[in-house]
């Protein structure tokens, strides 16, 4: 089947959400749930976007889940509570479903401006947007258009809005190129640019130690690789975690003894990867995920740092000795740095450069300014938007 070639708003193509959605007829878009001016987003959108986070979010998810929290499905976990910083309980059902609910918000807005910078998307866009749902059809009910209805109904939409859908990725990728890019009322200046990796990346250099598992070596002390390429680990016994731990601290000693980084460097550090950034390692707020990632702890620990600076830390199989650098003036446009300021788009299934990859958060960042400003004028449907929740909807895994 061939994809249709209109990019997706990064950010909102994190969300995994194609828009639409009916519970009506074969040829209708449903019941407005949210509206601003001309600009609606209905009902059935709505139980799309939950129904398709759902199935990715419990794909990526599930069994980590089931294993975290010792319940018997991905279902269970909706009921669960957690504690709001206010102290109140809410359920993970409604905070995901409020999440869900602020990004149908988010495309509202953007909808509204398409029509009123009065763009447009191209004949050849839409030709591709045809082809591509005529692929499904034919993939899924052998090109018959009643058969796919059949099946789309059983996830609470139709073909309609399916194609509906497609047009509004298209208008929001459309939008965004046009406020941002070359020669755009938006377009991004090379201070902006700048203030924004001044505001996101910390830059460090680290001393890396294995704790409890190590790569494996060969008799020639080169590391073993398994059939597709892979550095192979081994897990270290409780003496050799321990003669970790007392060089790491030896490290540090050193360290706190006058001896320079670059030294104790070349000494302790048993990752040779990482010495291989010549500029140090940059890390960004937009790169990390959870706070129990290795990359968020190292992040998070870098910011209360101030540069110069080193301490140790702890992650789930390393220790690291880490020093806080300065950042440099245009880090993300030298080639050495390339690894750090790459990013994936897999609308388009290729890497972005910095400059292109920032597009999406001044994007949304507008739009939010945006919402604000028209707030009042949007119209919500209460009675509608309490009807679903992420928990009553069935997964779509599909489309």
């Known amino acids: 089947m061939k994809k249709f070639s209109g990019r997706l708003t990064s950010m909102l193509l994190a969300l995994c959400m194609l828009l639409s959605i009916s519970l009506c007829s ?3 878009t449903g019941e407005a749930m949210l509206k601003l001016g001309k600009t609606e987003i209905s009902e059935n959108m709505f139980v799309f976007w939950l129904s398709r986070y759902k199935a990715q979010f419990e794909y990526a998810y599930g069994s980590a889940l089931q294993e975290a929290y010792g319940v018997s499905s991905s279902d269970d976990f909706w009921k669960l509570t957690y504690t709001e910083g206010n102290g109140t309980d809410e359920t993970y059902d409604s905070r995901f479903t409020d999440y869900i609910y602020q990004n149908a918000m988010t495309y509202l807005v953007a909808l509204y401006l398409f029509d ?3 763009l447009s998307i191209s004949k050849d866009e839409k030709e591709s947007i045809d082809e591509y749902i005529d692929g499904m059809i034919e993939d899924y009910a052998s090109g018959s258009e009643n058969e796919f209805n059949v099946i789309l109904a ?3 939409f139709n073909l309609a809005t399916l194609r509906a859908c497609y047009e509004t990725d298209a208008k929001i990728s459309a939008l ?5 890019g070359k020669g755009g009322p938006e377009e991004i200046s090379s201070a902006d640019l700048e203030a924004y ?5 910390v830059r460090m250099e680290q001393i890396c130690i294995f704790l409890d598992e190590c790569p494996e070596k060969a008799d020639d002390g080169t590391y073993i690789t398994d059939s597709e390429g ?3 680990y081994r897990e270290m016994s409780v003496a050799e975690t321990e003669a970790a731990r007392a060089k790491a601290n030896e490290a540090l000693t050193k360290l706190n003894n006058g ?3 670059s030294t104790v460097l070349a000494q302790y550090n048993e990752n040779t990867e990482s010495t291989s950034y010549t500029n140090g390692i940059y890390l960004s707020s937009d790169t990390v995920y959870s706070s129990g990632d290795d990359a968020t702890t190292l992040y998070e620990t870098l910011l209360d740092m101030n540069a110069g600076e080193y301490k140790l ?3 789930e199989h390393t220790l690291h000795i880490i020093r806080k650098l300065e950042l440099d003036s245009g880090a993300y446009s030298k080639t050495a740095n390339a690894d750090f300021f790459s990013f994936y788009d897999s609308s388009i299934g290729e890497y972005v450069s910095f400059s292109e990859y920032v597009k999406t958060p001044f994007f949304l960042s507008f739009i939010e300014e945006k919402q604000k400003e028209l707030n009042e004028q949007i119209k919500i449907d209460s009675e509608v938007k309490e009807k679903h929740t992420i928990a009553s909807v069935k997964a779509n895994p599909y489309f």
Do not use: A, H, M, P
């Open 26 to 28: 074969c040829n209708s």
């Open 116 to 118: 009123e910078y009065g």
């Open 154 to 156: 059983e996830y609470g």
């Open 176 to 180: 965004q190129d046009y406020l941002f």
């Open 197 to 201: 990796y001044e505001k996101t990346y």
């Open 230 to 232: 892979q550095i192979s």
């Open 259 to 261: 001896e320079s980084f």
């Open 313 to 315: 830390v702890e992650l």
